[in-house]
């Protein structure tokens, strides 16, 4: 396992104290979607709101720098938290997700308040 892999495997500490880990990153065109594991979304309850600052993290310091190391651009970030792993795209009711953009510019996450 190179630095790189392990520092992907590594729990990601969030504001929020969740524990958090790196899933997958989905190149979607212009978006690249970072997908995140946290259990304790669902085993705490923690609201959308209580984990936006998470998300805010997660766009800024893991995926603007994973962009930068592997050279790749992104006009958009999505963030996913999610308590189990899922399948892209299946539609699993049972599985507490949550979801937010940011478009890059220079260099920083903007939220898109939707």
Not at 9 to 26: M, R, T
Not at 65 to 87: D, R
Request: aromatic letters at 12%.
């Amino acid at each position: 396992m190179t630095q790189a892999d392990k520092a992907l495997a590594d729990p990601i500490a969030v504001p929020s104290g969740l524990e958090v880990s790196f899933h997958d990153w989905l190149d979607d065109g212009p978006a690249q979607r970072f997908r995140f594991v946290a259990p304790g979304i669902a085993e705490g309850g923690k609201s959308f709101e209580q984990v936006l600052d998470d998300m805010a993290y997660l766009c800024t310091e893991f995926a603007l720098p994973q962009l930068q190391i592997q050279g790749a651009s992104a006009q958009q970030i999505v963030v996913t938290l999610m308590e189990k792993p899922v399948e892209f795209g299946v539609m699993t009711p049972d599985v507490t997700q949550f979801f937010e953009s940011y478009s890059v510019e220079n260099d920083l996450c903007i939220w898109e308040v939707f």
